[in-house]
């Protein structure tokens, strides 16, 4: 994996972390994850009881941080990679138990 390959999942794992703090694009992002789907902003807002224009904008945001992507094979819907979460969850995991090794605990 390249530099730059790491350092992108670094910032997807940053914005992860802080995604309890827009409880709308938590539960979006959590719903894309767990159902594995591509769905519409109509979907997903009625799936996870949000208006179309709160979904919008918390699909939005998802997007700019990449924490969610646009699907090429159905037009308007949206998808989470859960392979790129995987691997950026590892890299976190790896990053924090080196923390702990060089602290000595």
């Not at 309890?20 to 992002?29: L, Y």
């Not at 159905?74 to 995991?93: F, N, P, Q």
């Amino acid at each position: 994996m390249s530099e730059q390959q790491v350092n992108e999942l670094r910032e997807k794992m940053d914005a992860l972390l802080k995604l309890k703090r827009a409880p709308s694009q938590f539960t979006i992002f959590f719903h894309l994850l767990s159902t594995g789907k591509a769905m519409t902003i109509g979907e997903i807002s009625s799936e996870v009881s949000l208006t179309p224009k709160a979904t919008e904008r918390a699909t939005s945001k998802l997007l700019d941080k990449g924490l969610i992507q646009r699907t090429r094979f159905r037009e308007g819907s949206y998808r989470c990679d859960s392979k790129k979460i995987l691997l950026g969850l590892l890299l976190l995991v790896n990053e924090l138990y080196e923390k702990k090794e060089k602290s000595g605990r």
